[in-house]
């Protein structure tokens, strides 16, 4: 009966180098959403996946974000060439289906320091 | 566009009443929501409030929307230590797959 659990909770890397962030999202759950949580920013939103499928690609702050979905559990965010504005904590929800008024259930985050 | 806005902070003493206020936007919110991050954590949804209501209560906590206005309210009554977190709002707007949109948090700190 876990919630949304999130891998790794703190990584630190150098510019340039890729990070895959991991996501596992609560059994059952269709939809998962992919937030960014920067200092003074508040959260903003990524992408989101509907089973295995991203319909909307257009909230991944650049063409070095990349996130897949697999078997409609497991989500992973690929951040390739790290940036220092790429500092952040990154969010993972899931909900029982997409569409309005579907409870978003948070996982802790991963804290992404790029030095 | 959307937009969510928010105060930064409040500060409050243990045992008063807290009221955190949200303007949004976009007229076509259908769903409003308070989600509340302690330290560390991921967001917890406290409660949210579909657009044709005024007003919903649970326990301590006391939504208040108003529509004319695009105002969004969160009192917590009889506020507690325990309360201190940073409280997003967020809205869900008509058109999207529900995907929200968030303000930037208010940091509620309790005075003992």
């Known amino acids: 009966g876990a919630g949304v659990s999130q891998s790794p909770s703190n990584k630190v890397t150098e510019k340039g180098k890729d990070v895959e962030l991991r996501c596992d999202p609560i059994?059952?759950?269709?939809?998962l959403y992919w937030y960014r949580q920067s200092l003074g920013q508040g959260l903003e939103f990524l992408i989101y996946?509907?089973?295995?499928?991203?319909?909307?690609k257009s909230g991944l702050p650049s063409d070095r974000f990349s996130a897949e979905r697999t078997g409609g559990s497991v989500s992973t965010l690929t951040i390739q060439r790290t940036q220092q504005e790429d500092s952040a904590v990154y969010l993972c929800?899931?909900?029982?289906?997409?569409?309005?008024?579907?409870?978003?259930?948070f996982g802790p985050g991963t804290r992404l320091l790029v030095l | 566009g959307e937009d969510v806005e928010q105060s930064l902070f409040l500060s409050v003493r243990e045992g008063d009443s807290s009221v955190i206020n949200c303007t949004y936007t976009?007229?076509?919110?259908?769903?409003l929501y308070w989600y509340k991050q302690e330290p560390g954590a991921g967001l917890q949804l406290l409660t949210y409030?579909?657009?044709?209501?005024d007003m919903k209560q649970d326990q301590r906590l006391t939504v208040l929307l108003n529509k004319k206005d695009k105002h969004l309210s969160l009192r917590i009554a009889d506020t507690q230590t325990g309360d201190s977190a940073i409280y997003f709002c967020?809205?869900?707007?008509?058109?999207?797959?529900?995907?929200?949109?968030f303000g930037k948090g208010t940091k509620l700190s309790v005075k003992p």
């Open positions: 996946f509907q089973g295995n499928s991203a319909p909307d």
């Open positions: 059994s059952g759950h269709t939809a």
């Open positions: 976009d007229s076509s919110s259908t769903y």
């Open positions: 929800a899931s909900s029982s289906r997409t569409g309005k008024g579907e409870t978003q259930y």
């Open positions: 409030i579909f657009s044709n209501m």
């Open positions: 967020a809205e869900s707007i008509r058109g999207s797959q529900g995907n929200l949109i």
